[in-house]
């Protein structure tokens, strides 16, 4: 047993609750079991239960030992002195211990066995998600709330991490939008240099190079470190002498994140990526402007879906001539961008501004994108559990990676459930 167990067996009331007596000998009725208090002081606050004939209101202590009271000096803390009564798991103490004068409710006796061992069996569960064996007993209705919350919870953190961005560069959207999209290009491998390289390019240097593809390439990829080498053939030749006259202009500082190659498919190699990156940035004006207005998802996929110039249809890597074939967008790194970046900063930027149509878009966009296919999705694939969208997708994500993988099970919806069947 564990204390925060007890507070969650506490918090929904799953212990028999008939003919409840105290330590002590009189009746004992829960008329209100209180609110769990995450902060400093007890474990519930303002409860209401009758003890005999009288009812008591206040808060209520929450313990494995009874003599973890005194272990835990609250009989000289001030912030105990309304406790109505002392829950506990095991009672070690005398009902008529002189020294003790709280009411004493032990709950060991009135948990279901099977709840604790089912509880157990998670905590010692190695497979994908610890209550796997159990999920086929879940209410679907359960799910979809739990889901719904999920989401809430995913895109709340995300969009604190854009909304530090937004801070950063003094209130800038399109200039934040600019450094998360950039994020985004580069993928998990190369996220950090991309983002990086997007912080030393301002938006406005960008808007002033558009209408020249070559431009936008030599400051991207200078800003890379791709333009350090000796070429021999003369695109990336001229794209290196654009960039030591943009460098000396702009006063640009370099990025000093390598960026990495190494077991990547072709297709995604930073080179690539830039390459592309710097296509929609001169196809678009004011790009999070124009996202803004956009109400069809087909109408923002065809936004996206740019395609690299000429050089790299028959390039991978600068100087290294390969077989012929555009490298364009492609529909997978579309979604991937409208789910990792365009439907996060709609939502962050509508909290911001209390502006709920853009929060409304950005979830009803996740519902029309197909889902997503990985290491996650496909670990729940074989649970049994649907996945038929990218809304789904990162509901999944977010269960697997904040709940699942730290054992959080007594704060899940499922586990909850679950247990409660127990």
């Not at 330590?23 to 003890?51: V, Y």
């Not at 211990?97 to 279901?112: D, I």
């Amino acid at each position: 047993m564990t204390e925060k167990l007890l507070q969650f067996i506490w918090q929904f009331q799953y212990f028999n609750r008939n003919e409840l007596f105290i330590e002590q000998g009189e009746s004992l009725q829960i008329i209100q079991p209180g609110t769990w208090n995450t902060n400093q002081g007890p474990d519930f606050l303002s409860a209401r239960i009758r003890i005999a004939e009288t009812t008591w209101a206040g808060n209520i202590e929450l313990h494995i030992l009874t003599s973890d009271w005194f272990r835990h000096s609250h009989q000289t803390d001030s912030n105990f002195n309304n406790i109505i009564l002392h829950v506990v798991w095991k009672n070690d103490e005398p009902a008529d211990a002189a020294q003790f004068h709280l009411p004493v409710l032990e709950l060991q006796p009135r948990v279901s066995i099977l709840l604790l061992q089912r509880y157990e069996e998670w905590m010692n569960n190695m497979c994908f998600v610890p209550c796997e064996n159990n999920l086929h007993m879940v209410n679907e209705l359960v799910w979809i709330k739990w889901k719904e919350r999920l989401m809430i919870e995913r895109l709340q953190r995300k969009s604190a991490y854009i909304l530090l961005l937004y801070h950063q560069n003094r209130q800038h959207w399109e200039e934040t939008f600019w450094w998360m999209i950039a994020r985004n290009f580069g993928i998990r491998v190369n996220a950090d240099a991309f983002e990086a390289i997007a912080h030393s390019i301002p938006v406005n240097i960008l808007t002033k190079h558009k209408n020249q593809i070559h431009e936008l390439e030599s400051l991207l990829f200078g800003q890379a470190g791709l333009l350090e080498a000796r070429f021999t053939e003369d695109y990336p030749r001229m794209l290196q002498k654009e960039y030591r006259f943009f460098q000396k202009k702009y006063q640009v500082q370099k990025v000093f994140i390598a960026l990495k190659f190494l077991r990547m498919r072709p297709s995604n190699f930073p080179s690539v990526r830039l390459a592309q990156l710097a296509m929609l940035i001169q196809q678009s004006t004011h790009l999070f402007s124009k996202i803004k207005e956009v109400y069809s998802l087909q109408e923002m996929k065809e936004l996206l879906n740019v395609t690299a110039n000429d050089y790299w249809h028959y390039h991978y890597r600068f100087d290294e001539l390969s077989n012929y074939k555009i490298k364009n967008l492609g529909e997978v790194m579309v979604d991937n961008i409208l789910v990792n970046t365009i439907v996060p900063v709609l939502y962050a930027y509508g909290s911001f501004h209390g502006e709920t149509a853009y929060i409304n878009k950005a979830l009803a966009w996740l519902e029309e994108i197909g889902p997503e296919k990985n290491r996650i999705t496909d670990g729940w694939a074989k649970t049994g559990i649907s996945n038929l969208h990218a809304y789904d997708s990162q509901s999944l994500i977010e269960l697997k990676t904040q709940y699942c993988d730290y054992k959080r099970c007594l704060e899940c919806a499922v586990g909850n459930a679950l247990l409660g069947k127990s």
